[in-house]
């Protein structure tokens, strides 16, 4: 099933002991007696330079902490006010981290804005402090160098970094509906100029090493270590220390200049830039983009834009204290408390609840080779896993190699990979029409079209040449898994993953288990659903599981508004207005219409008329004449390859006529139109819950944001239902059931929170 990426942000690290070590260049060695107290933060004199070395004990990365805020600052003091110290490196004792950003849960326990204010104060004061430092700061960075992270190396003197795959710079604030709070609006656009600050900032990408040089963001390069004596990430930091230390050294002797010799072109940009006007064109331009992209329901990025033009038109003091008051409004403001409830619910759907497998699934099968076999294979072989892709036809097996050669490909051209890594991970891959191999497959999944009948026949056939502790999953996106389970011998090795279209892109795994399906399987599942790279939510089984369960009634709700005499563009505008990714008409498309009529027409017969709306004939009629979405090149839209722009099909305003409804002034306006898709996804998502589908408002959150596009800003629709009020939807849902039935009846769980004022699903 298709949906909308959703963005976010989520290092995995490793912390390691940092041993210290002596040789000839390192003849000073001294410890400050008052440091030993300390628990984030200690520093040692080397040849006259400072090392101080930051490592968050009992944690897998560093962050801006108070604890950790106040040890530097002391450190940093001690450290000028030693005189055996001519200058400073600063690095991390974690190889996987330098700093990952600030400290989340410090900024959330604050009760108001003013607090938020003071702490964003407090490190600009902290890093100001540093930028002016009397000694020189080299900021020595392996891995990860986020937020407040990068906000710190930027306040330092001279930044050095490893060329590691690890080492990524960036401020991903604004996805969590802040801005950088610690200097980083007013550092930036200095450093590297108004536009390419901009694109940092609102985006919040990572940024590689070798293009943070380019940039102007790191001043050296140093190449990672191979193992030797000791592992790579020990030699590599140490390497890097060593380096750092005699850059340190030679900034002091007039060795190493501070200030480069600005080139021809970054005169003339500086030139261009000095003009008012120029200046102005670039907010506008930038403003109207994030207008286009953001639908204004995001204030973030606007905040920072605001933030940056305050400091270079007004000065530098007007900049940083509109930033720290700015960053106080964010962080309390319902849009950041929902993405960084995502950012939790993304961490904890990255942990395996069920714990580790007996048997780790070393080759795994799959059965199909479209699009979305393909994509499941292109996710596997790069993770060290033998992949079995196995297709009926030598033309689908064909297509399916070359969907997870060019994947590869792609990657080997952004440089992520040499073609070398490339060929090496493609010889994972053995493509085939039979079954041979099969007896050392650990897992296969089934990609095979939605036929109940042709599911029980690949589960016989597999079942019939694999070893008994093999685990058989099928990639449905709507039939229950017990039914498929019911042609098992072994139903406790039978479970659901079901994948999202684009599989390499899209983020998230929703895992499906009957009664019988055991532990291990679904610790197994989960396991390789984590390897994949993917966000994962376990879910109970019945009619279309969770997500396509809450997808459903949205869309025949959308075929009822254009039935009504909504414009597909109109209604795109009006779910992309509310905050969804992608518009309604546009996702059925992107789902495929046939799709789309298939799973109406199975859950219309499992749930009712509750999963009324829309005629289905609408659909199936679409489908008749050709109209099957993106993938046929006609449905609601007519796609034309190498066009972005996509115009109304012509052809669907006869399908339309046909099955004309009037609508009803009272549920028609373009907001009671937005409440009718809405609410209907989310009281799907709420009775989910209610019966015991989902384990928890988090997963319903992460699976409908990740998996169907809900939007962000909203935080899922159980976030969405404790800000919005649960009274007010209800009271909502009532003037449409007036209108039209049991449809918008609200379940028993959303009247109860809406009796209760008190009662949230998230505290």
Same mark, same amino acid.
């Given at each position: 099933?298709?949906?909308?990426?959703?963005?976010?942000?989520?290092?995995?690290?490793?912390? #390691?002991?940092?041993?210290?070590?002596?040789?000839?260049?390192?003849?000073?060695?001294?410890?400050?007696?008052?440091?030993?107290?300390?628990?984030?933060?200690?520093?040692?004199?080397?040849?006259?330079?400072?090392?101080?070395?930051?490592?968050?004990?009992?944690?897998?990365?560093?962050?801006?902490?108070?604890?950790?805020?106040?040890?530097?600052?002391?450190?940093?003091?001690?450290?000028?006010?030693?005189?055996?110290?001519?200058?400073?490196?600063?690095?991390?004792?974690?190889?996987?981290?330098?700093?990952?950003?600030?400290?989340?849960?410090?900024?959330?326990?604050?009760?108001?804005?003013?607090e938020v204010t003071k702490l964003s104060q407090?490190?600009?004061?902290?890093?100001?402090?540093?930028?002016?430092?009397?000694?020189?700061?080299?900021?020595?960075?392996?891995?990860?160098?986020?937020?407040?992270?990068?906000?710190?190396?930027?306040?330092?003197?001279?930044?050095?970094?490893?060329?590691?795959?690890?080492?990524?710079?960036?401020?991903?604030?604004?996805?969590?509906?802040?801005?950088?709070?610690?200097?980083?609006?007013?550092?930036?656009?200095?450093?590297?100029?108004?536009?390419?600050?901009?694109?940092?900032?609102?985006?919040?990408?990572?940024?590689?090493?070798?293009?943070?040089?380019?940039?102007?963001?790191?001043?050296?390069?140093?190449?990672?270590?191979?193992?030797?004596?000791?592992?790579?990430?020990?030699? =590599?930091?140490?390497?890097?220390?060593?380096?750092?230390?005699?850059?340190?050294?030679?900034?002091?002797?007039?060795?190493?200049?501070? #200030?480069?010799?600005?080139?021809?072109?970054?005169?003339?940009?500086?030139?261009?830039?000095?003009?008012?006007?120029?200046?102005?064109?670039?907010?506008?331009? @930038?403003?109207?983009?994030?207008?286009?992209?953001?639908?204004?329901?995001?204030?973030?990025?606007?905040?920072?834009?605001?933030?940056?033009?305050?400091?270079?038109?007004?000065?530098?003091?007007?900049?940083?204290?509109?930033?720290?008051?700015?960053?106080?409004?964010?962080?309390?403001?319902?849009?950041?408390?929902?993405?960084?409830?995502?950012?939790?619910?993304?961490?904890?759907?990255?942990?395996?609840?069920?714990?580790?497998?007996?048997?780790?699934?070393?080759?795994?099968?799959?059965?199909?080779?479209?699009?979305?076999?393909?994509?499941?294979?292109?996710?596997?072989?790069?993770?060290?896993?033998?992949?079995?892709?196995?297709?009926?036809?030598?033309?689908?097996?064909? #297509?399916?190699?070359?969907?997870?050669?060019?994947?590869?490909?792609?990657?080997?051209?952004?440089?992520?990979?040499?073609?070398?890594?490339?060929?090496?991970?493609?010889?994972?891959? =053995?493509?085939?029409?039979?079954?041979?191999?099969?007896?050392?497959?650990?897992? @296969?999944?089934?990609? @095979?079209?939605?036929?109940?009948?042709?599911?029980?026949?690949?589960?016989?056939?597999?079942?019939?040449?694999?070893?008994?502790?093999?685990?058989?999953?099928?990639?449905?996106?709507?039939?229950?898994?017990?039914?498929?389970?019911?042609?098992?011998?072994?139903?406790?090795?039978?479970?659901?993953?079901?994948?999202?279209?684009?599989?390499?892109?899209?983020?998230?795994?929703?895992?499906?288990?009957?009664?019988?399906?055991?532990?291990?399987?679904?610790?197994?599942?989960?396991?390789?659903?984590?390897?994949?790279?993917?966000?994962?939510?376990?879910?109970?089984?019945?009619?279309?599981?969770?997500?396509?369960?809450?997808?459903?009634?949205?869309?025949?709700?959308?075929?009822?508004?254009?039935?009504?005499?909504?414009?597909?563009?109109?209604?795109?505008?009006?779910?992309?207005?509310?905050?969804?990714?992608?518009?309604?008409? =546009?996702?059925?498309?992107?789902?495929?219409?046939?799709?789309?009529?298939?799973?109406?027409?199975?859950?219309?017969?499992?749930?009712?008329? #509750?999963?009324?709306?829309?005629?289905?004939?609408?659909?199936?009629?679409?489908?008749?004449?050709?109209?099957?979405?993106?993938?046929?090149?006609?449905?609601?839209?007519?796609?034309?390859?190498?066009?972005?722009?996509k115009e109304v099909n012509p052809d669907i305003?006869?399908?339309?006529?046909?099955?004309?409804?009037?609508?009803?002034?009272?549920?028609?306006?373009?907001?009671?139109?937005?409440?009718?898709?809405?609410?209907?996804?989310?009281?799907?998502?709420?009775?989910?819950?209610?019966?015991?589908?989902?384990?928890?408002?988090?997963?319903?959150?992460?699976?409908?944001?990740?998996?169907?596009?809900?939007?962000?800003?909203?935080?899922?629709?159980?976030?969405?239902?404790?800000?919005?009020?649960?009274?007010?939807?209800?009271?909502?849902?009532?003037?449409?059931?007036?209108?039209?039935?049991?449809?918008?009846?609200?379940?028993?769980?959303?009247l109860d929170h809406a009796k209760d004022p008190?009662?949230?699903?998230?505290?």
């Open positions: 099933m298709a949906g909308v990426r959703a963005l976010g942000v989520l290092s995995r690290l490793t912390s #390691r002991r940092y041993a210290l070590f002596t040789g000839s260049n390192f003849r000073t060695f001294s410890v400050a007696p008052v440091m030993q107290a300390l628990t984030h933060v200690n520093y040692e004199v080397k040849d006259n330079v400072a090392v101080v070395r930051i490592n968050a004990p009992n944690s897998k990365v560093n962050t801006l902490s108070i604890q950790m805020q106040n040890e530097l600052e002391e450190v940093m003091k001690e450290v000028w006010a030693n005189n055996a110290v001519q200058s400073a490196v600063l690095i991390s004792s974690k190889p996987g981290c330098f700093i990952a950003g600030a400290d989340i849960n410090m900024i959330q326990s604050c009760n108001n804005a003013e407090g490190g600009q004061r902290m890093f100001d402090l540093i930028e002016k430092s009397p000694k020189p700061v080299v900021a020595a960075i392996n891995g990860s160098c986020l937020g407040g992270g990068l906000e710190f190396a930027i306040a330092c003197q001279y930044r050095i970094a490893t060329k590691s795959k690890k080492t990524v710079l960036g401020t991903p604030e604004v996805m969590l509906g802040l801005l950088p709070g610690a200097g980083g609006t007013q550092r930036l656009p200095k450093m590297l100029g108004l536009p390419s600050a901009f694109d940092m900032m609102l985006t919040g990408r990572n940024i590689r090493a070798d293009k943070a040089k380019k940039m102007g963001l790191v001043d050296q390069l140093i190449d990672p270590l191979g193992p030797g004596l000791k592992s790579p990430e020990d030699r =590599t930091i140490e390497y890097l220390e060593e380096i750092a230390v005699e850059c340190a050294k030679g900034i002091v002797n007039k060795k190493i200049p501070l #200030r480069k010799d600005k080139g021809t072109m970054q005169k003339i940009q500086d030139y261009v830039m000095s003009f008012e006007m120029v200046r102005n064109q670039i907010y506008k331009t @930038v403003h109207s983009k994030v207008m286009k992209q953001s639908k204004g329901l995001y204030p973030a990025p606007l905040k920072i834009i605001e933030c940056v033009k305050t400091g270079v038109e007004q000065g530098q003091i007007a900049g940083y204290l509109a930033e720290s008051q700015n960053f106080g409004t964010l962080a309390k403001t319902s849009e950041s408390a929902a993405l960084i409830g995502l950012y939790h619910g993304q961490v904890a759907c990255k942990k395996n609840r069920f714990g580790s497998p007996e048997k780790e699934v070393k080759t795994l099968a799959i059965l199909g080779a479209g699009l979305m076999g393909a994509g499941i294979a292109q996710v596997t072989v790069d993770k060290d896993v033998h992949t079995i892709l196995k297709d009926t036809t030598v033309a689908g097996l064909a #297509r399916g190699e070359q969907q997870v050669y060019k994947g590869m490909n792609d990657k080997t051209k952004k440089k992520n990979i040499t073609s070398f890594q490339r060929d090496s991970i493609l010889c994972n891959l =053995t493509g085939q029409l039979d079954y041979s191999g099969f007896e050392k497959a650990d897992m @296969v999944i089934e990609a @095979v079209f939605e036929d109940i009948n042709i599911k029980h026949a690949v589960l016989k056939e597999v079942e019939a040449v694999v070893s008994p502790h093999c685990i058989f999953a099928s990639n449905t996106s709507a039939l229950p898994i017990k039914d498929i389970a019911a042609a098992s011998k072994r139903p406790d090795k039978v479970i659901g993953m079901h994948y999202f279209s684009p599989v390499d892109k899209m983020q998230l795994l929703e895992i499906i288990t009957t009664e019988q399906t055991s532990k291990d399987t679904t610790a197994a599942a989960v396991a390789v659903g984590l390897k994949q790279g993917k966000v994962i939510i376990v879910v109970g089984d019945g009619p279309g599981f969770y997500t396509t369960r809450c997808l459903a009634p949205m869309l025949a709700e959308a075929v009822r508004v254009l039935q009504e005499g909504v414009d597909p563009k109109k209604l795109d505008a009006l779910t992309t207005g509310f905050g969804f990714p992608v518009g309604a008409a =546009t996702l059925a498309d992107e789902v495929g219409i046939d799709v789309a009529a298939h799973v109406a027409e199975d859950l219309g017969k499992a749930f009712g008329s #509750r999963f009324g709306g829309g005629n289905v004939e609408v659909l199936k009629t679409m489908v008749d004449l050709g109209f099957k979405g993106r993938k046929s090149g006609k449905g609601c839209y007519v796609y034309q390859p190498g066009l972005k722009v305003g006869e399908i339309l006529e046909k099955y004309r409804m009037t609508p009803n002034p009272a549920v028609s306006s373009d907001s009671d139109v937005q409440y009718r898709l809405v609410s209907r996804f989310v009281n799907e998502a709420v009775l989910c819950l209610q019966e015991g589908i989902l384990a928890n408002p988090l997963e319903g959150d992460i699976g409908a944001v990740f998996g169907l596009g809900f939007p962000p800003c909203l935080g899922g629709p159980f976030r969405f239902v404790d800000s919005f009020g649960a009274d007010k939807l209800v009271e909502k849902m009532r003037q449409f059931e007036a209108v039209y039935g049991n449809q918008f009846t609200p379940c028993q769980l959303l008190s009662k949230k699903f998230h505290k």
